[in-house]
Nanobody
Framework: QVHLVESGGGLVQAGGSLRLSCAAS????????MAWFRQAPRKEREFVAT????????DYADSVKGRFTISRDNAKNTVYLQMNNLQPEDTAVYYC?????????????????WGQGTQVTVSS
């Protein structure tokens, strides 16, 4: 059974940083494209960042480019999201997700397994 467990969320002031982690189990981690999505109150869940199986390719939503960095450690079955210069509009529940395959994808329905999410709150 696949499990994705996020951690690292919390409350931070605008301009601050957080590092989210997502530990995966029950799957061959290196065979999965990993991604982060987020959902703000009263909004749809949206794509944030994705990383290829081999870490060679990454992509980001325009709203986080230059501030967020996605990375993965295949030896630890873990994907990370380093978030710098956080702003109040980044406040959301952040979800880790994965899909079997090679291609980077940007919509929820392209992903198979999801974590429970971790809350990130940025105060102004």
């Amino acid at each position: 059974q696949v499990h994705l467990v996020e951690s690292g969320g919390g409350l931070v002031q605008a301009g601050g940083s957080l590092r989210l982690s997502c530990a995966a189990s029950g799957l061959t981690f290196g065979g999965y494209v990993m991604a982060w999505f987020r959902q703000a109150p009263r909004k749809e869940r949206e794509f944030v960042a994705t990383i290829s199986r081999s870490r060679g390719n990454t992509d980001y939503a325009d709203s986080v480019k230059g501030r967020f960095t996605i990375s993965r450690d295949n030896a630890k079955n873990t994907v990370y999201l380093q978030m710098n210069n956080l702003q109040p509009e980044d406040t959301a529940v952040y979800y880790c997700t994965c899909r079997l395959g090679y291609e980077l994808r940007y919509t929820e329905t392209d992903y198979t397994y999801w974590g429970q999410g971790t809350q990130v709150t940025v105060s102004s």
